[in-house]
């Protein structure tokens, strides 16, 4: 349960881990019955566990939980093709360099989103489908605070230098 924001390379889960985390993915969408009900379960659960990150959004809950649900079906729909994959992260960490993506805050998101899953799947959610659901989301998290810690003053100083 690494969080690795030193590096950014590719991720390569063993095919069958794939698999599982890709259909845990498929019943949590078809247990909540739609995707805005996944997401408002999302939303409700990372932000109860976190209330302090509420006040990094400013976005209405109803389209904040469709953008998680939609983020991570682009990691999920990736995960089996790893150089998709790292674009997809890479592509999403540039897309939160606006907010302030900590380790621990990655953290409390995954160990947010594993409970959800367990609680909703139960013993669908092998530990096999939860190994891989806690590499992936550590992966992009930390991968997340890397492209923030790399790119954000470049493309400040891009922005400040182009408005002389």
């Known amino acids: ?9 590719e991720l390569h889960l063993p095919p069958g881990m794939v698999e599982e985390v890709q259909e845990v993915w498929r019943f949590f969408l078809s247990n909540c019955g739609s995707r805005s009900a996944a997401g408002e379960a999302l939303y409700a659960v990372i932000f109860d566990a976190a209330p302090s990150m509420q006040s990094l959004l400013r976005t209405p809950r109803a389209v904040m939980g469709m953008r998680m649900v939609n983020g991570l079906n682009s990691l999920i729909s990736a995960l089996a093709d790893p150089t998709a994959l790292k674009v997809v992260v890479e592509t999403l960490g540039f897309q ?69």
Do not use: C, M
């Open 1 to 9: 349960k690494i969080v690795n924001d030193e590096v950014f390379e």
């Open 96 to 164: 939160h360099l606006d907010l302030e993506v900590t380790i621990p805050r990655v953290i409390i998101f995954r160990n947010a989103l594993v409970d959800l899953l367990q609680v909703e799947l139960g013993s669908r959610f092998t530990p096999r489908a939860q190994e891989g659901w806690n590499t992936l989301l550590n992966y992009a998290g930390g991968s997340y605070v890397y492209v923030r810690s790399k790119f954000a003053g470049h493309l400040n100083l891009l922005s400040t230098s182009w408005a002389i």
